[in-house]
């Protein structure tokens, strides 16, 4: 029976993989370590929780302490947690250095002590910047433009170095932009939908003509599983499902999906270096043998449809009441 370490394992991918997990491999045993920043919800995990194969604990993965037992215990770590926003990382980049970089640091000291079976980094594709025409491909120079991509880029190579220096059996993966289920709704796509919903202004980024590659969370997470089992140590692997859309593009669907005015959209002031375009070639894990599954219409009605039902999950985080529910119903200090 493996059992595995994944970081991150309240917030959004982390809390999809975690599912994906228990869906595909009934007897499988998951701690999910996570320090419930904002970003953390444990209601992503609600139908998971009395599973035997399931534990929570609740720390920081920039703490030795903690970290050392957990990766001692375990076959694999899948290393989700981060500070994951752009925008804040512009306001307030300190968490993201630390977090994304001391704090895999330090689970990558732990593998070298204990040794693992895998050690997947789950990087990004924002690690490569922007790209006018083309596509990244692994072995593309890395030109991250936010703090928070920088800072990627640091614990994408920390890894990577783990592996060339100490063989650890790292391996990075580079993933597009991902939709789906539990997404915080500080991301563009949670938040047109509830905006929408809620009859609230969807606000556009400069001229909304920054172009995203699209990715149902699902499928990302079987591509994680499938690198695991078929990807080889020391090796990057872009992620990707091909579908290329702009802003504008997007929030056209999300209104026509949900019946609502044009008038909503709302152009505001453009993020600081805003990366215009993020495209990965993903021919090499194609090569592999991995196809995405869900059809970029589909999954995303399928999105849509979620927040239409499950009202309850986000109006709770974008109320602000939600901190002091949460902390009571899961008797969590601090
Ligand atoms: P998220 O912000 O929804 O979740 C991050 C989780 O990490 C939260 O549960 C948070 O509580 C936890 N966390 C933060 N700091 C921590 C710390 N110091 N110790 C322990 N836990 C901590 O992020 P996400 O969108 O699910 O992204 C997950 C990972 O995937 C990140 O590493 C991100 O860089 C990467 N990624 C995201 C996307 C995307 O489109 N969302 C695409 C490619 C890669
Ligand atoms: O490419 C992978 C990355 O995708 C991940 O590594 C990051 O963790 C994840 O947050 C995401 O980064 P982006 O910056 O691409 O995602 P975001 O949802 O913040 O923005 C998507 C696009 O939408 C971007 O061009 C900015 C624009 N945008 C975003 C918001 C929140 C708007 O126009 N208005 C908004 O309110």
Not at 10 to 23: E, V
Request: aromatic share 14%; charged share 25%; net charge negative.
């Amino acid at each position: 029976m493996a059992k595995f370490l994944v970081t991150g394992g309240a917030g959004f991918i982390g809390s999809n993989f975690i599912h994906y997990l228990f869906g595909k491999y009934p007897d499988v045993e998951v701690i999910n370590l996570d320090k419930l920043t904002y970003a953390g919800n444990l209601e992503n995990l609600k139908n998971i929780e009395n599973n035997p194969g399931y534990r929570f604990v609740k720390g920081d993965i920039c703490d030795a302490e903690i970290v050392e037992p957990l990766v001692k215990e375990a076959d694999f770590v899948v290393n989700f947690a981060a500070e994951s926003h752009v925008d804040r990382s512009i306001g307030e980049p300190d968490d993201f250095i630390k977090t994304d970089i001391f704090g895999t640091f330090v689970l990558l000291e732990a593998a070298r002590k204990y040794g693992v079976k895998k050690f997947i980094q789950i990087s990004t594709d924002e690690v490569y910047g922007s790209i006018e025409d083309g596509s990244f491909r692994e072995t593309d120079a890395l030109m991250p433009s936010s703090p928070y991509s920088a800072s990627k880029a640091g614990a994408d190579r920390l890894a990577y170095s783990y592996f060339v220096t100490y063989k650890v059996p790292v391996i990075v993966t580079r993933c597009s932009n991902n939709y789906g289920p539990y997404q915080y709704p500080e991301k563009l796509i949670p938040l047109f939908v509830t905006n929408a919903i809620e009859d609230k202004k969807l606000p556009i980024y400069g001229d909304g003509k920054n172009v995203r590659d699209w990715i149902y969370v699902m499928d990302h997470c079987d591509a994680i599983d499938f690198v695991m089992n078929h990807g080889d140590d020391g090796e990057v692997y872009n992620i990707g499902a091909g579908n290329e859309r702009n802003n504008l593009e997007i929030t056209g669907i999300i209104l026509s999906e949900l019946e609502k005015p044009k008038e909503l959209m709302t152009f505001v002031k453009d993020r600081p270096g805003h990366d215009r375009r993020y495209s990965v070639d993903c021919s090499k894990l194609h090569a592999l043998g991995w196809q995405p599954k869900h059809s970029f219409q589909e999954a995303m009605k399928l999105t849509i449809d979620w927040y239409k039902d499950n009202r309850e999950w986000w109006e709770k985080i974008k109320s602000g009441e939600y901190l002091e529910y949460y902390k009571q119903h899961y008797q969590i200090e601090g």
